[in-house]
């Protein structure tokens, strides 16, 4: 139902765009969002978007440097993530939540994408 694409390996201060490919359902029905984890850390929320396409959601850590969006016509989410920092490497995936926003627990996850970010 999610498939994320799009990480790699990235310079401090570089730019990455990762893609999250939804079934037409999901897009219709859920709000979605970006979550990270990193090794030996807690599970971070970083954005969101809502089921209207109206509101956005950031973790202050990215405020300013993410942005999420939606393209309902190629089922697609994207999370631009700009100027990159060591700290934003993690796991990154693709969640759907079954409300409005991306409150509470998600009803589906991709099999996420690595990002570094390293000299």
């Known amino acids: 139902q999610l498939v994320e694409s799009g990480g790699g390996l990235v310079q401090p201060g570089g730019s990455l765009r990762l893609s999250c490919a939804a079934s037409?359902?999901?897009?219709?029905?859920?709000?979605v969002g970006w979550f990270r984890q990193a090794p030996g850390k807690e599970r971070e929320k970083v954005s969101c978007?809502?089921?209207?396409?109206?509101?956005?959601e950031y973790v202050d850590s990215v405020k300013g440097r993410f942005t999420i969006s939606r393209d309902n016509v190629k089922n697609m989410v994207y999370l631009q993530m700009n100027s990159l920092k060591p700290e934003d490497t993690a796991v990154y995936y693709c969640t759907a939540y079954p409300g409005v926003s991306c409150a509470g627990l998600y009803e589906y996850r991709g099999q996420g994408t690595l990002v570094t970010v390293s000299s």
């Open positions: 037409e359902f999901i897009l219709r029905l859920y709000a």
């Open positions: 978007i809502s089921k209207t396409d109206i509101g956005t």
